[in-house]
């Protein structure tokens, strides 16, 4: 009979995302994450070498999870719905987005192996070249095209929730409608300016 194992990494990475989401990164260690896992800790370093590895790992999971949900919009040029799906990714996840939004890019894990950080700029570049596609679906000649289309997909909705997120809050339906408004008029101004 094979004696499957009690531990495994994926539940080490859910540990450690949720004691980064609601202490910070620098709360995490390989101890605190052994801990919120239950689990000894000599069974977290049987799969990971280190704090940075896990965290690195924890924070492909949300970004994988964030690209499959939010920026596939962008991709698109659906601007409204990426919009609106990331405050609703926000509301279905907290957890994830507090722990993604603290940290615009990737946080500096420090040392970490050549592939893994090869997979860190990968996953970067997938999420740039969503927004590059969804710059493109701009008029031409819009002035700093990429500086409002970050400002209506990023800025204004992360402005909106972050508050909420970080007092662990629900975040209220009327922040669709704000963010619907302020959505449309930039991109007026934008067709306009074009």
């Known amino acids: 009979m094979v004696r499957l194992a009690k531990y495994n990494e994926d539940g080490f990475i859910e540990s450690a995302i949720r004691i980064a989401a609601q202490c910070g990164i620098g709360a995490v260690s390989m101890a605190s994450i052994a801990s919120n896992a239950g689990a000894p800790i000599g069974s ?3 799969r990971f070498d280190s704090r940075n590895t896990v965290l690195a ?3 492909l999971k949300v970004r994988a999870d964030f690209r499959a949900e939010v920026s ?4 698109r040029g659906d601007t409204w719905r990426a919009v609106e799906t990331l405050v609703q990714w926000c509301r279905d996840k907290p957890v994830y987005a507090r722990f993604m939004l603290q940290s615009d ?3 500096d894990f420090g040392e970490l192996s050549a592939p893994l950080r090869e ?3 990968a996953d970067q570049a997938e999420l740039d070249a969503a927004f590059t596609r969804c710059v493109q679906t701009l008029p031409p000649g819009a002035d700093d095209a990429g500086h409002v289309l970050r400002f209506v997909l990023i800025g ?3 402005a909106m929730v972050k508050p ?3 007092q662990d809050l629900p975040i209220p339906a009327s922040i669709n409608a704000v963010l619907r408004s302020s959505h449309d008029a930039v991109c ?3 067709r306009k300016a074009a």
């Open 44 to 46: 977290l370093y049987h």
């Open 57 to 59: 790992r924890a924070w």
């Open 72 to 75: 596939c919009h962008w991709a």
């Open 105 to 107: 890019e990737a946080p």
């Open 119 to 121: 997979e860190l700029e």
């Open 156 to 158: 204004a909705p992360v």
């Open 164 to 166: 909420f997120l970080n």
């Open 188 to 190: 007026t101004w934008a």
